[in-house]
């Protein structure tokens, strides 16, 4: 290893990148998991075939979503930087870049919930009506219990999918293993510091994936049976 990656192990450098990448990571999940979930429950009643059809407010959710959802990352950081100014005050650094992240998960999230909401059975939806299920008591008592392991599941893959757009906080002046790998790997051909970065990054979405996937099986009815 280069002298460079020693003095930032031994300054506590390459382990506050590791938590600023953590911390982005989950606040913006967390954020776009608030937001997410109800939309995609809008979504998925108010379809034509949900408890409450509703096809113009269906119609007009779907496309925004849709629009969101098309914006390649690099391209919103741009053009929602002025919307990070106006939430947190600044228009860079971590808080900008939460801002981003959950602007791009949120629409993704919505439309796993949508198709995890879809996947209840049918029988049991009937089975609730028949006993008198208002559409609230639906939607709290059936279709989020029922459908929990597969929104863990899809909690699991936003998140995942969140940091790796969090490598790219340092074009806006934010903090992280993205950065560390640019400024002290990229910008001063430290190939070692890069694939340290990768190492790293590759480890913390291992242990989203097994803690996420451990708690979507504990959660899941079918595997208890």
């Known amino acids: 290893m280069s002298e460079l990656f020693v003095k930032l192990w031994e300054n506590g450098t390459i382990a506050l990148g590791v938590w600023e990448t953590v911390y982005m990571t989950l606040i913006s999940s967390a954020a776009a998991y608030l937001i997410g979930l109800p939309i995609g429950v809008i979504l998925y009643i108010t379809d034509k075939d949900g408890v409450k059809p509703i096809v113009w407010l269906n119609k007009i959710l779907g496309i925004i979503v849709n629009i969101l959802r098309s914006i390649p990352f690099v391209i ?19 808080k900008a870049m939460i801002v981003m992240l959950v602007v791009a998960a949120a629409p993704y999230v919505s439309r796993m919930v949508e198709s995890s909401l879809k996947e209840t059975d049918k029988g049991v939806i009937e089975a609730a009506r028949a006993m008198g299920a208002s559409n609230l008591q639906l939607i709290f008592k059936v279709f989020l219990p029922e459908c929990k392991p597969s929104l863990i599941v899809g909690a699991v893959i936003s998140s995942v999918t969140i940091l790796g757009y969090s490598a790219m906080a340092a074009t806006i002046g934010g903090t992280g293993l993205g950065q560390i790998a640019i400024i002290y790997g990229y910008n001063r051909y430290n190939r070692d510091i890069i694939w340290v970065c990768v190492g790293l990054s590759v480890i913390v979405v291992q242990i989203i994936q097994e803690a996420g996937m451990f708690i979507a099986a504990k959660t899941d009815k079918r595997k208890k049976s």
């Open 76 to 94: 919103m950081m741009v053009a929602f930087l002025p919307v990070a100014k106006a939430l947190v005050g600044v228009s860079y650094g971590n």
